[in-house]
């Protein structure tokens, strides 16, 4: 057919790449034009062959899934990659997508939900299951979490390591703010390593600049 999906298969496991070319002659709608058992023989065909999507073992040998996606995206970015993976960790997912993988299927799917992920690749879709969509939004949540940086609002001390501050911006020494407090000289070693901890400083004069910047010192 005039308007079938050219579609390129690269797998090192031959039974599972035959077999997969043979499955996918039954489809009226996608015809496989080239097959691979290594990252480098597929980055050559494919470069020649030029299909529209690209079915691509993340564990090939001399050049792995991702690798091979990545040289894909510079060399033949108009190929849509869609990995084939062993198990669902969202680690490597995310490198796929980061190398610019627009889909990822595990061995262990049906071949029907292979067979959709090509056609809704194909039409310029990206796809994953909704099982690992959801732990990628996770993991993006988590990562865009640690890039925003800490504010005032953000870290909370507690009323004794503010005491401990205002001690420590009046000049008194770690002995000193123990007797004022009626605590150990080691307790309060320890709301000093807290509170340098929590801010993330390095030493006690940063300390009583940070409080001082953000009025913590000022008297209630």
């Known amino acids: 057919m005039a308007d079938s999906i050219r579609l390129f298969i690269a797998d090192d496991n031959r039974l599972l790449r035959e077999g997969l070319v043979t499955m996918l002659l ?7 034009i080239g097959k691979a058992p290594s990252g480098s023989d597929a980055l050559e065909q494919i470069k020649r ?8 073992d993340i564990g090939m040998p001399d050049k792995d899934g991702i690798e091979l996606t990545k040289a894909l995206h510079q060399d033949a970015p108009g190929v849509r990659v869609i990995i084939l993976g062993m198990i669902d960790l969202t680690e490597e997912i995310m490198q796929c997508i980061e190398a610019g993988a627009a889909g990822y299927v595990l061995k262990e799917a049906s071949f029907d939900y292979l067979v959709e992920t090509i056609r809704s690749v194909h039409r310029g879709e990206s796809f994953c299951s909704p099982q690992m969509t959801a732990s990628l939004f996770s993991r993006i949540a988590e990562l865009a979490s640690e890039k925003i940086p800490k504010t005032q609002n953000d870290i909370k001390l507690t009323a004794r390591e503010l005491e401990v501050i205002h001690l420590i911006a009046e000049g008194l020494p770690n002995k000193a703010i123990a007797q004022k407090l009626f605590i150990e000289t080691q307790t309060v070693k320890n709301h ?4 340098l901890d929590k801010l993330q400083l390095q030493n006690r004069l940063e300390a009583v600049q940070y ?4 009025n913590l010192l000022e008297k209630k």
Do not use: G, M, S, Y
């Not at 062959?49 to 691509?56: D, F, G, H, M, S």
């Open 192 to 195: 000093v390593h807290n509170i």
């Open 49 to 56: 062959l030029r299909p529209e999507v690209a079915l691509i």
């Open 211 to 214: 409080a001082r910047e953000r």
């Open 26 to 32: 039954e489809q009226d709608d996608i015809v496989v």
